[in-house]
């Protein structure tokens, strides 16, 4: 079981240069999770919402490569916003907590890295299903 106490936004490597910055991020090295999958949003109409999901047992590293938004954790107790706005700031996302992400600015681009292939079945796509799912396994 996990929660929002174990998110937090993980300092990336920054490589600082006059040619233009760089960073990296390597699987199991710099989050703690290997990468099986890459997914981005883009193209994001003004006002838009993504997210309104939890995962059984997924954990995910966002990263807003270019402009910004906020993502909005709840693990079905407590909420927080991270604002995100760096490249070189990841927001590592264990399991079992709801996202929302939202004021996404023009010509922003949200990459994820995620611990897992594609797999409907570990989403949570309906709240209360979650809540209750967070209650079964405190008790
Ligand atoms: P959705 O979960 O609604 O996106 P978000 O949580 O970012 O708002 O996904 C939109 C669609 O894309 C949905 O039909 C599932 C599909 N999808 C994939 O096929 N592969 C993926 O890796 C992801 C993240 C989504």
Redesign the pocket.
């Known amino acids: 079981m996990s929660g929002l106490h174990d998110c937090c936004i993980i300092d990336l490597p920054k490589i600082t240069d006059p040619r233009g910055n760089l960073s990296f991020i390597e699987g199991a090295q710099h989050i703690p999770f290997e990468i099986r999958?890459v997914?981005y949003?883009y193209d994001i109409p003004g006002g838009e919402?993504?997210?309104?999901?939890a995962h059984k047992e997924l954990q995910q590293l966002i990263v807003a490569m270019s402009g910004s938004f906020d993502v909005i954790l709840d693990d079905g107790y407590n909420k927080k916003t991270f604002s995100l706005n760096r490249s070189y700031y990841g927001l590592y996302l264990t399991n079992m907590v709801w996202?929302e992400?939202v004021n996404f600015s023009t010509g922003a681009v949200?990459m994820?890295l995620?611990s897992e292939?594609?797999d409907?079945s570990d989403?949570f796509?309906d709240y209360r299903e979650f809540r209750n799912a967070v209650k079964e396994w405190h008790i």
């Open positions: 999958r997914y949003l919402t993504r997210g309104g999901h996202r992400i949200c994820v995620a292939h594609y409907e989403y796509r």
